[in-house]
């Protein structure tokens, strides 16, 4: 057999999500023994709130699981419209709202229904991975714009209208809290950035999937300035239901038919056991409080002490549970830095190079999503190691 003949597709020559191959390697330590701390992922420690359980398990029982309709079951749409109304003051209409495979189906749903092959999209630098290797895994232009300090590590009008004198821009994604960094957008820079879409005819979509996770700033919704804003959000984060593959989206009308026909055929449904476990995780306020307490003090104790350790160039952590570091002091090799991490501190973290190709290498992101115990044993762990 001729194997030159069977090659993959174009499409799927996409970089690898990095922080799940350090997950892997850290894995693979643990099996032969090591201690590891993980810092690498956004996983939450605590499991998921008590009342999603007793859910799952009350449908377990009765035992007859199946197909929902593909905009998700009615009861979870409309608490999440009371959701909307109680937490925002915004009126969403259930009609509008579609429960996805956690926030991935949402990307690759809104992706879809909104933009055609080779529609440019802005994102920002650092940001999320898998926003520019699914764009690209579609046939769409990622347009990454680097954010710095000028801007608070935020997208502006006046970035779009720079990334427009070299093309089209058809739509922006913008993550507030974001992911690598935990910084927020302020309210006004956020309405400014929407109305600036909103005018010009340009598709925003908000991933607010780390709303719920704010220690200095006030999270605002996209749907407070507009309703042609694309809502992306999950359970994974704030409800600690990361394998439950849950969350949701919030669509403008006119987009509502075209995604529910694409998911269809892509997913036929999210599943049935996710959907009412979510449903009830939306009344475990109390609970949930109490683990974002924890990570409050994990961010407390890593702002203290990581620059005591020589991480002393820290980006604004607003939200989220993610600390963006600076390590240009210690080497301008992100990903061979949290190798030499990993193996020799027993530490796993991101190498910046996954959020950012270009600047990335002087940056780790630290995840303080875990065990207090834990994050108190990787400063231990790496103030001996630096």
């Given at each position: 057999m001729n194997h030159a003949l069977f090659q993959p597709s174009q499409r799927s020559n996409v970089a690898p999500f990095i922080a799940m191959d350090v997950m892997s390697e850290a894995a693979r330590l643990e099996a032969s023994g090591r201690k590891i701390v993980h810092?690498?992922?956004?996983?939450?420690?605590?499991p998921a709130p008590k009342p999603a359980l007793a859910a799952a398990q009350k449908a377990l029982a009765h035992g007859c699981l199946g197909y929902t309709e593909a905009l998700g079951i009615r009861p979870m749409r409309d608490a999440l419209s009371a959701h909307y109304r109680k937490i925002y003051g915004v009126d969403v209409p259930a009609e509008r709202i579609m429960v996805t495979t956690g926030s991935s189906a949402g990307f690759n749903l809104a992706f879809l229904s909104a933009f055609d092959p080779g529609d440019r999209i802005v994102l920002t630098a650092p940001g999320y991975p898998a926003y520019r290797n699914i764009l690209k895994a579609l046939?769409?232009?990622?347009?990454?714009?680097?954010?710095?300090?000028?801007?608070?590590?935020?997208?502006?009008?006046?970035?779009?209208d720079e990334a427009r004198k070299e093309g089209p821009v058809k739509g922006v994604l913008v993550a507030s809290p974001a992911n690598p960094t935990g910084t927020m957008m302020s309210a006004e820079a956020l309405v400014d950035i929407v109305r600036y879409c909103d005018d010009e005819g340009i598709w925003f979509i908000s991933d607010e999937i780390y709303h719920g996770l704010d220690y200095a700033g006030e999270q605002k919704t996209a749907l407070e300035t507009s309703q042609n804003a694309i809502i992306i959000n999950s359970f994974s984060k704030y409800y600690c239901m990361t394998g439950w593959r849950?969350?949701?989206?919030v669509l403008p009308e006119v987009l509502v038919r075209p995604t529910e026909r694409i998911a269809q055929s892509l997913y036929i449904s999210a599943p049935e056991i996710s959907q009412i476990a979510a449903t009830a995780a939306l009344d475990a306020v109390q609970e949930l409080e109490a683990v974002k307490a924890g990570y409050a003090a994990n961010r407390t104790l890593l702002l203290d002490c990581l620059p005591k350790i020589g991480f002393d160039k820290l980006l604004p952590v607003d939200g989220a549970f993610y600390v963006y570091a600076d390590i240009s002091r210690f080497s301008s090799d992100s990903l061979d830095f949290a190798k030499r991490m990993l193996h020799e501190a027993g530490v796993a973290a991101t190498p910046g190079v996954d959020f950012d190709p270009v600047h990335g290498k002087e940056f780790i992101r630290f995840s303080f999503a875990g065990a207090h115990g834990d994050m108190k044993l990787a400063l231990e762990r790496l103030s001996g190691w630096i």
């Open positions: 810092m690498e992922v956004g996983q939450p420690c605590a046939g769409l232009v990622p347009v990454e714009i680097e954010v710095g300090k000028d801007t608070r590590w935020c997208l502006t009008s006046a970035h779009l849950i969350g949701w989206m």
